[in-house]
């Protein structure tokens, strides 16, 4: 055999050989002690067991068929290494930063639902509140009060009390940014964290590296992150989640609100404080513990005394309870800390307490629906089945409380107020489960109370420690959603009539649109859902090559873009007008096009007659005028056929439709009539029109079916 012979089977055998090309695929594993193994089947040795939320890369989508799981089994990489898991339990994730502003930022609203007002000072009229971390422009100051943009362009004025510069609160220092970066710290964590340090040298910051992907945990915590805001572009509904007030928010918002480097602040970096009870604080305590509440009714000893005895016994900041029992009830309390009467199951009771609101939500049972307070009151009545004591007393309350967050939360991994609403901490076996509160501010506005308790009772140059997330992944920077008009999709797109492929579709951004050779040039249309939009790339085009590409680009009131890109290409034909309109079982006699059925809309006749290979239509009424798509046919309307080669025009009669008007009423009766009568006679459409039974006359047999279909006893 020769080595020419030798070389071509080689060729033959290479091309014959199946190509698999792998594309590796984020996911993670989305149920609780789900097991790897090292094959295809649960006769396999099991690599691991591991919980949900755990990161996997899947190598290859084809489900592979296998003992113990119906769906079928994924190949995967873990912990660099081949393994397999049952499909079922895995979910598929986009790491990209889709939906997530990365916007960076100059200025800040450092404040929850700031006054935007008219002018400077307070007695001018309010014209929105901003939510806490809404990005501003600062145009001019007066006094106090700065003069601001925000929301895309919109100009008030608000209190410099409530608004941060980046500036002010970031520092440089090469030696600190060593150690930082040597504790585990990325860039873009150092420049607050050096000027925290700088003004509070005792303050101890630790690096909590839990390798979860920062894009992958946004997505795991969609849909159980609530705010109460007015505000679309936060939130996915206008219909509220809970209660009348509380909406689920974007994936915009979440990754604002769980990226730690926006809340670095010396203001918001308490929901980084470590909560055990710090035995430096314990005369400081009680002051503290007071200093939560103000004024407020439970400043009183009745209820501080037993917050910081309750602190000492569980191991627990009293600070920390202070500040949660404040977020639940309020300075002064609710029905759920005075012993109120509350109705559960058609009982009457009273005298319990639940000043933490362990237990509380809205409830529908057996068709009567009981408040998140009477719920609450229930659990603390023990009226839910639930382990402890009853809280049936001020003190007894407030200890069992703080021992259900203590062991639940503090002292299982979960230490720190963010990670209470982020189970983001390292070692942690299934993150995103397991969260105290549903709302996704509790962590900056409880650490404010503290850092505030703190404040005024002079203690923050103690040491205190912080530990603060750090993600694989993240992105330079995140912004809350800029705020308008986001829809930036096109309404119409349109190359002259000529024929979109595929048919358009608002969701569709690429096309193309085939022309007659001969063609030099088109005229390109389009226009946006929104008149917030704008639209750009339309008009006029010359066709100097066989191939053009034309993008057109909408803008939405953020200024976000999305493009759509139509490619016209210049090419032969051989069928010809007639064929297509012949091809469309329509009828044509000589000029005109007959027996087309009353209530036609001009896109189902341009729709039939481009199916059947038209690259163009065009239809215009008696005056000559383009009609629109949704507009009906009538007789005497003119309708123009392109191919990519040539073009022909016929006159449309609509059965029935004798006078043209796109209907069939008693004047087109009486016209029959006059025409069967020789009183005035049908021409041309409008007698093919009258010709409703096509025997090619019109007699009292199409005077009677017009008649019927005006009475409706028989439609035409």
Same mark, same amino acid.
Request: aromatic letters at 10%.
């Given at each position: ?109 450092? $404040? ?66 060593? +150690? ?151 300075? %002064? $309390? ?58 049936? %007393? ?223 239509? +065009? ?38 439709? #004798? ?23 049908? #021409? ?33």
């Amino acid at each position: 055999m020769t080595k020419r012979t030798v070389y071509f089977i080689l060729v033959l055998f290479l091309l014959c050989l199946p190509i698999t090309i792998f594309a590796d695929y984020d996911a993670i594993i989305n149920n609780s002690s789900v097991r790897i193994r090292t094959g295809p089947g649960t006769n396999n040795e099991i690599i691991s067991t591991v919980g949900k939320g755990t990161n996997i890369v899947v190598v290859d989508k084809t489900l592979i068929p296998g003992q113990g799981c119906d769906e079928g089994w994924y190949k995967i990489s873990f912990r660099e290494k081949t393994a397999y898991v049952c499909s079922k339990y895995v979910t598929f994730v986009d790491n990209s930063f889709n939906g997530i502003n990365v916007s960076d930022w100059v200025a800040r609203v450092s $404040g929850n639902n700031v006054a935007v007002r008219t002018g400077p000072g307070k007695s001018y009229d309010v014209i929105e509140r901003l939510t806490l971390g809404a990005n501003v422009t600062i145009l001019d100051k007066s006094g106090d009060w700065y003069k601001i943009s925000y929301y895309n362009g919109q100009v008030g004025w608000m209190s410099s009390e409530y608004v941060v510069q980046k500036k002010d609160i970031t520092a440089t220092d090469d030696e600190y940014t060593a +150690e930082l970066r040597n504790a585990g710290f990325p860039d873009s964590y150092i420049p607050y964290l050096t000027y925290l340090h700088q003004k509070y040298p005792n303050w101890v910051f630790r690096a909590g590296h839990n390798n979860l992907n920062f894009a992958t945990s946004v997505s795991s915590e969609f849909g159980v992150c609530y705010m109460q805001t007015t505000n679309d572009n936060y939130r996915i509904s206008s219909i509220p989640s809970e209660g009348v007030s509380w909406f689920t928010v974007n994936q915009g918002v979440i990754a604002f609100y769980m990226d730690p480097r926006n809340w670095l602040t010396e203001e918001r970096i308490f929901m980084f404080e470590k909560l055990d009870y710090d035995s430096s604080l314990e005369e400081l305590y009680p002051t503290l513990v007071k200093s939560i509440f103000g004024n407020g009714a439970l400043g009183d000893d009745i209820y501080t005394i037993p917050m910081a005895n309750a602190g000492k016994t569980n191991r627990i900041s009293p600070v920390h309870i202070a500040s949660r029992i404040r977020l639940e009830v309020g300075a %002064n $309390g609710s029905d759920s800390t005075n012993g109120s009467e509350f109705t559960w199951k058609g009982q009457k009771y009273s005298g319990y307490y639940n000043f933490f609101n362990i237990g509380a939500y809205e409830v529908n049972i057996d068709g009567v629906s009981y408040s998140a307070v009477t719920r609450g009151l229930a659990y603390a009545a023990k009226l839910i089945d639930r382990n402890g004591e009853l809280w049936n %007393n001020i003190e007894t309350a407030i200890t069992e409380g703080s021992s259900f967050l203590a062991n639940n939360y503090i002292t299982s991994g979960q230490g720190t107020l963010y990670y209470q609403k982020f189970n983001v901490a390292p070692g942690i076996s299934n993150p995103y489960t397991h969260q105290y509160q549903t709302n996704i501010q509790a962590p900056a506005i409880e650490g404010n109370q503290t850092y505030n308790s703190y404040k005024s009772s002079g203690v923050l140059n103690q040491t205190f420690i912080f530990e603060i997330p750090v993600y694989n992944s993240m992105p330079a920077s995140t912004s809350l959603p800029k705020s308008g008009d986001t829809n930036n999709y096109l309404k119409s797109l349109n190359a002259d009539s000529y024929k979109l492929t595929p048919e358009f579709d608002a969701d569709i951004l690429e096309y193309e649109v085939e022309v007659p050779l001969e063609l030099e040039k088109i005229n390109i249309t389009a226009s946006a859902q929104s008149d917030k939009a704008n639209v750009s790339g339309t008009g006029e085009y010359e066709l100097k090559d066989n191939e053009t590409n034309v993008t057109i680009t909408v803008t939405n009131e953020i200024q976000e873009e999305k493009k759509y890109l139509l490619t016209i290409k210049k090419v032969e034909t051989t069928i010809s007008p007639k064929d297509i309109v012949n091809n469309s079982n329509l009828n044509i006699n000589d000029t005109i096009i007959t027996k087309l059925q009353n209530g036609t809309k001009a896109s189902e006749l341009k729709a039939l007659l481009l199916d059947a290979g038209a690259s163009k239509v +065009e239809i215009t009424n008696q005056n000559g005028t383009i009609i629109n798509d949704s507009d009906i046919i009538a007789t005497n309307y003119k309708i123009e056929v392109s191919t990519l080669k040539e073009s022909n025009k016929w006159t449309l009669s609509v059965k029935g439709d #004798t006078s043209g008007d796109g209907d069939i009423t008693i004047l087109d009766l009486l016209q029959v009539q006059k025409h069967i009568k020789d009183d005035k006679k049908l #021409t041309n459409a409008s007698l093919l029109a009258g010709d409703t039974s096509g025997d090619g006359d019109v007699t009292i047999l199409d005077l009677l079916q017009i008649q019927k279909h005006i009475k409706g006893d028989k439609k035409l």
